[in-house]
């Protein structure tokens, strides 16, 4: 039975490590390979030995594919390419390919500042991972091998991100990885053709929310950090290196302009350059705005922003500082994070969701005093802010793109079990399909029924017009002959030819059955009821007595017999070929139910 | 459990308990139970959880049927397992959908399994069934209905349940187990087709690997049989496992070394023109093969070949691999692949030709065969196939068709095969066919430093740099090196727009002119323009160069410099370091900063000599080298980086200083304290730095301010603070609950967000 099989090792009811394994008309593909930041050793990484158990990952796996730069996407790459031991190719967008590394080694320099961090790859196993990496293009259909082929989507979110649709002959997948169906300050919205695959497996992180105007937060962000650098305050927004990143500084960049203000912003360790350099590469991958405004002036361009020098914290006045890590675990966020914790003007805006086991973390859930090492308490007298800037599509957002894609099934990721349970009860209603959201771990089968082309014989075709009736697009016609099957190609052809083909000699099938009656005449005189029986009842057949006395109906033969133990009992043999098949069953069951009393 | 954890403990499971209190971040369990595992490694279970019964309120609450996540439901369920690992009180179940649940599930069972066997077990030689205690006798009937099951999910739950126990634990009692299982596994091998065959294939791996079960002579029938029985691409793994066995049937050895090579005999008698051609297998069963084995579809015949492949390349260095090992037929068999693929060979078989439409342009297989080739250059060959090999990697580095994973890759065999040329110790001297093909691979590493791709510009470095370090100072290289323009297209390579390759190109300049062979080229349009040295175009991109690899790179070279006494810096070590040190000193790459210390490390090992049983150096060494130190302004860089925010910068510091400390202070002896005006500065300097502070540079230092202000500090206290990771506090378990207790109720709709 051909199906499609998906396991999700990560992101199945969770927003962790996105890992997904879809089977599809044999051929296996991973669809990202994410990091989980929250733990320190290979738990961070999403649990491979369900596919390592028999065999290499290289022999299992067709390809891999990564949807965009995050690292709960790509983080566990080089682990799984150079530590694992997967060496088939890696497919992502140019974008994609490009900042992949930069996150990856920031990472790993955070690990490794960190300490205690076990098993980490290196800087080496990062430059190795990168070059198995097949970069593709958007809306170019990419040939994988012989069957399998991969075409790329616009889905907003990153700069870089993309859907992509998977297909092995008529069957397709089609995984959005992280999407937004809006556009923002510097991306444009996610975009697909309908090309109605049989399974849409879609990210569900705001499954219930429909978010509010992104142009509130974004004032309200600005009101607050306004409002902090007028009172002379200090505002620390812990970021990752690249990413959503850019869209804060642009959104600073023009109110700092618009309102004329003097306060500096800085961005730490010289990566505005870097995402400049990237963003200037990538710029047809931006929204319609930056393409066009981008000769007169560009937008990655930052007037205001400055690069930070660890000196700068300890001046004096207020300021804007983007500093990494985003969760405040080690290094230079958390470093100034403490400078500043102790004073109520200043403020620290964290813009993305932080896991246990951080100073994030700790502050997001409310506490206000942390143990330091040796024994401190820092007393955060600072205000704490969280606000999302994460770019997914909302629950109108979702249902949009089922609508646009037209799946036959859709299966739910990238979320929390709860809000998927609303979204799917949503998606089966409104678009009557079936929606699915498996737990890590938990496989979900769907059966398909791949169509497959097969070609008919002229001759055929031809004998059939000959009966008389044209074609017609919207009736579908019977139409009987001999499937070949050879060199893995399909033919239906007449059974003649095909006997002629295959060098087979014709021959006859006949079915055969009895029919014990209660009877004690003889034979003779039974087969002549029999005969005036059928000839009454089957008037539009050809019913004959032949003078061996056996009856016949068309190709239908009736032979009347004595029973060689019960005298009493009459024995028909009745027996008919495969063509009369309908007629011959019928004739039987007329048979059973005995013959008419003679008048 | 320390009294605040045993405080918050309570109220942390009645939140677990609470199905509408939804745990946030879900490695937070996973943290816990590593806690318990902790915990209950240290003291006894059974007295944790009389001492905590809110610990058993929760488990008797989960067994309930009731609205729980799987995530609680797998959580409480391995802590259960955590528990019945030394005592026994629990119930199961394992049907849950998700694999996750039904892992652990599995898992509690194995331990329920263990420990109820354990016991009876202990002075038996192998308990019967009837011996069992009934929670045994329950698991396993529960095992015989899903091996006998026909559902095929059921059976490979079973499977695994089986292959974890088999592969944990090694108890008298697994015997008893196994004979009575057996018999299941054994039918299950009867059916068409053989269900769940990669969790059969572990299981039977699992029981040949145990120490109690491998004596037992109906396993070897069962693998035999399994062998047999499953598709040449299922078997593939099992053959390779009862391959790598320390101890197995000899008969059965044959019979998994035939799976293997038999795809690989396959393209030899493909390929064969003649009679005389070399065969892998003999006799009937190669016969047999030839007819035609092979899978018609494409993938599956690559993905056959492959692992195939893949399998003999893992069993080529083990000392038990099969013997005799075929080396010479293996090696015409990689050779004879890779010609299929690159379309160069001409089959005159229908065979051939077939494989030969199969496998042209395959990547996947192109890199397997020369993962391959490449490992088979630790064994021997018959000169004219090492002469084929050489042709044939020589074919693939230079034809434009190779992609760049499949270069890399040829790259990689061609120098395991220059190595293995060259193997007679104390020899360095190229073999002689290295030698023909030595003029061809720079002709060809020449044109493949100027390729668009940077993986290949960066591949082709990689293998001159290895080149270079192996054979730098043998004769015949370096005048074939020298006739070449690879120096001067590396020296180009320092200004590649993409960083890794700057960083390749600077680790082949090191190397290169480490052993002279970066020759100065003519500039004919600017004779007069002095031609930069290494050692400034080294530094040129340690101070300019944007991108952290390169400047590490360069950090690394003038480190192994030092170290071996490279010329230009053994002139003069003072002054090449000197700017070294204050470039790093000031890099925004804290790995930079780190190299720098370790620079500085080398050096004063240098001056000072190494740590050694006499440690302290003569004082009049010491003045000098104190002077040196602080003519080059380490001092200060050290200082400085011992309260670096980035925590490796700090530590490398706190290396080094003691270092310097231990050279300093004869042992014994207690030197006065100097109290000096300087020494005042300094240490408020310090004291400034500590609370994070940059302020002003410290400005020169006499020695004696240097060794005072070492003396009064206590750098051991700060290394071992400096040895706890940075997020310790964080991390510790009451920071965990603290954490997990904080977020309930305050999770608003940030709980499902990202990146």
Not at chain 2, 496 to 509: G, I, N
Request: proline share 6%; net charge negative; glycine share 6%.
């Amino acid at each position: 039975m051909p199906e499609i099989r998906v396991t999700p090792l990560g992101a199945g009811q969770d927003v962790g490590r996105s890992c997904i394994l879809v089977s599809i008309a044999g051929k296996n593909v991973m669809l990202d390979c994410g990091m989980h930041m929250g733990f320190s050793d290979d738990r961070r990484f999403p649990d491979f030995s369900y596919i390592t158990r028999s065999g290499r990952l290289t022999d299992f796996l067709d390809c891999v594919i990564i949807s965009h730069f995050h690292l709960d996407h790509c983080g566990a790459l080089p682990y799984f390419s150079e530590m694992v031991g997967y060496d088939g190719p890696i497919y992502m967008t140019q974008p994609t390919q490009a900042i992949c590394p930069i996150l990856l080694e920031d990472y790993r320099k955070i690990a490794v500042d960190k300490k205690g961090e076990a098993n980490f790859f290196t800087s080496q196993m990062i430059k190795d991972c990168m070059k198995k990496v097949v970069a593709v293009h958007l809306h170019q259909t990419v040939q994988v091998d012989d069957e399998l082929e991969i075409k790329a989507y616009y889905a907003g979110h990153v700069l870089g991100a993309a859907m992509f649709q998977i297909k092995v002959g008529s069957e397709s997948v089609v995984y959005t990885g992280d999407y937004n169906m809006t556009p923002d300050r510097h991306l444009g919205a996610a975009w697909i053709d309908k090309c109605r695959p049989n399974l849409l497996i879609t990210e569900s992180t705001y499954a219930t929310t429909i978010r509010d105007s992104k142009r509130c937060r974004e004032r309200d962000f600005l009101k607050k950090v306004h409002e902090t650098v007028e009172r002379g305050g200090k505002v620390l927004i812990p970021v990752f290196a690249l990413g959503r990143a850019q869209e804060l500084c642009i959104l600073l960049e023009t109110f700092w302009e618009r309102m004329d203000l003097k306060a500096p912003i800085y961005f730490s360790t010289g990566l505005t350059e870097k995402a400049n350099h990237y963003y200037k590469l990538f710029i047809p991958w931006t929204n319609q705005k930056i393409r066009k405004t981008f000769v007169q002036r560009n937008m990655f361009e930052f007037k205001h922003i400055k690069a930070f020098d660890r000196a700068f914290a300890d001046s004096p006045g207020p300021m804007v500082v983007f500093a990494t890590p985003g969760m405040l675990h080690a290094g230079q966020s958390l470093q100034i994070f403490r400078k500043w914790a102790g004073n109520e003007k200043n403020m620290v805006i964290m813009p993305g969701y932080c896991v246990q086991g951080t100073v994030g973390h700790k502050i997001l859930s409310g506490q206000r005093k942390l143990e330091m090492e040796g024994r401190q308490v820092l007393e955060v007298k600072m205000q704490v802010e969280y606000m999302s800037f994460s770019a997914h599509a909302d629950a109108k957002g979702i249902m949009q793109l089922v609508g646009q894609a037209e799946p036959e099934n859709v299966l739910l990721v990238h979320g929390e079990a709860k809000k998927m349970e609303f979204l799917k009860q949503k998606i089966e209603q409104e678009f009557r399909v079936n929606c699915y959201m498996p737990a890590n771990g938990e496989t979900v089968t769907l059966p398909t029924s791949p169509s497959i082309p097969v070609g008919i014989s002229l001759g055929l075709l031809k004998r059939e017009m000959a009966q008389g009736l044209l074609p017609d697009a919207k009736k579908p016609r019977l139409l009987h002959g001999t499937l070949i099957m050879k060199d893995s190609n399909f033919r239906l052809v007449s059974s003649e030819q095909a006997l002629k083909e295959l060098g087979l000699a014709e021959h006859q099938l006949r079915f055969t059955c009895r029919v014990h009656l209660h009877d004690t005449r003889k034979e003779q005189e039974m087969a002549m009821r029999v005969y005036s029986h059928l000839k009454s009842v089957l008037k539009d057949h050809c019913v004959q007595h032949l003078p061996d006395g056996s009856v016949t109906v068309e190709s239908i033969l009736v032979q009347a017999a004595a029973h060689s133990e019960d005298p009493g009992t009459k024995v028909l043999l009745v027996s008919w070929t495969y063509q009369d098949e309908e007629l011959g069953s019928y004739l039987t069951s007329l048979l059973k139910k005995g013959l008419p009393q003679a008048s | 459990m320390d009294p605040e954890c045993a405080r918050l403990l309570p109220a942390l499971c009645a939140v677990l308990a609470d199905p509408r209190q939804p745990v946030a971040d879900d490695t937070c369990l996973e943290k816990l139970l590593d806690w318990f595992k902790a915990v209950t490694g240290a003291g006894s279970s059974l007295l944790l959880l009389q001492e905590h019964p809110c610990l058993v309120e929760l488990l008797f609450h989960v067994l309930k049927p009731q609205d729980l996540s799987s995530r609680i439901l797998s959580f409480t369920l391995r802590l259960a397992g955590i528990f019945a690992a030394q005592e026994n009180c629990f119930q199961f179940l394992q049907g849950d959908p998700s694999l996750f649940v039904a892992s652990a599930a599995g898992q509690l069972l194995v331990r329920v399994l263990d420990l109820a066997l354990r016991g009876p077990a202990e002075g038996h030689v192998c308990p019967q069934a009837w011996d069992w205690p009934a929670c045994a006798r329950k698991v396993v009937c529960h095992l015989e209905d899903c091996l006998r099951s026909e559902a095929a999910p059921r059976v490979t739950q079973a499977l695994h349940v089986l292959t974890t126990t088999f592969g944990h634990c090694h108890g008298l009692w697994t015997q008893g187990l196994w004979a009575r299982l057996s018999p299941l596994v054994a039918r299950l091998l009867e059916k068409d087709p053989v269900p769940a065959p990669h969790a059969l294939v572990d299981l039977l791996l699992s029981v040949a690997r145990s120490s109690v079960l491998s004596s037992d002579p109906g396993l070897w029938e069962t693998a035999a049989q399994a062998l047999s029985r499953l598709s040449p691409t299922q078997a593939g793994p099992l053959a390779a496992g009862i391959l790598k066995l320390q101890d197995c049937p000899q008969a059965l050895r044959i019979q998994a070394f035939r799976i293997l090579l038999q795809p690989l005999a396959h393209v030899l008698e493909a390929a064969a023109q003649g009679p005389g051609a070399p065969r892998l297998l003999e006799g009937a069963a190669g016969d047999l093969m030839a007819v035609d084995t092979f899978p018609p579809s494409r993938s599956a015949c690559v993905g056959l070949l492959c692992s195939a492949l893949a399998h003999l390349e893992l069993l080529q260095p083990l000392p038990q691999r099969p013997s005799p090992w075929p080396q010479a037929p293996l090696l015409a068999a990689a050779v004879t692949i890779l010609r299929f693929c690159n379309g160069s060979a001409a089959p005159s078989s229908e065979a051939g030709s077939r494989l030969c439409t199969m496998l042209v342009g395959c990547v996947r297989v192109q890199r397997a065969a020369l993962d391959f080739l490449g490992v088979l250059s630790q064994g021997l060959g018959p000169q004219e196939l090492v002469t084929q090999v050489f042709a044939i990697l020589l074919e693939y580095l230079v034809s434009p068709d190779s992609s760049p994973t499949v270069l890399k890759k040829a790259f990689q065999a061609t120098l395991r095969w220059l190595l293995s040329s060259a193997t007679p110790p104390g020899c360095c001297d190229l073999e002689p066919y290295a030698q023909l093909v030595l003029g061809e691979l720079l002709a060809v590493l020449q044109k493949r430093l100027c390729s668009p791709c940077w993986e290949v510009r960066d591949s082709g470095l990689e293998f001159l740099t290895q080149m270079t370090r192996r054979w730098g100072g043998q004769g015949s290289f370096r005048q074939a090196l020298l006739g070449s323009e690879v120096p001067e297209l590396t020296r180009q390579l320092l200004q590649d727009p993409e960083s890794y390759v700057r960083a390749s190109a600077v680790a082949a300049v090191g190397q290169l002119s480490s052993w002279g062979l970066l020759a100065a080229p003519s500039r004919p349009e600017h004779p007069d323009v002095p031609q930069k040295t290494p050692l400034e175009e080294l530094l040129l991109v340690l101070t300019t160069d944007s991108e952290g690899f390169p400047r590490r790179a360069v950090m690394r070279v003038f480190t192994e410099w030092l170290r071996d006494g490279y010329a230009d810096v053994a002139k003069d070590p003072e002054q090449s370091v000197a700017p070294v040190l204050q470039a790093a000193s000031r890099d925004l790459d804290w790995e930079v900063r780190v190299q720098g210390l370790e620079l500085a490390l080398v050096f004063l090992e240098q001056l000072l000599g190494p740590l050694g049983p006499s440690t302290a150096a003569p004082p009049g060494a010491l003045t000098q080298a104190l002077q040196a130190l602080c003519r080059v302004q380490l001092f200060e860089f050290a200082l400085r980086s011992l309260f670096d925010c980035d925590r490796p910068v700090a530590q490398k510091s706190c290396d080094l200083l003691l270092f310097l400390k231990a050279k300093a202070t004869p042992s014994g002896s207690q030197q006065e304290v100097g109290d000096g005006p300087n020494v005042a500065s300094v240490e408020a300097a310090l004291r400034r730095w500590q609370a994070g502070e940059q302020g002003q540079p410290l400005g020169e230092l006499a020695p004696e301010t240097v060794l005072a202000v070492l003396r009064s500090m206590d750098l051991e206290a700060l290394r071992d603070t400096l040895a706890e990771s940075s997020d310790h506090v964080e991390r510790s378990p009451q920071s965990l609950l603290q954490d997990m207790l904080a977020t309930v109720g305050v999770l608003g709709d940030n709980e499902a967000d990202c990146y």
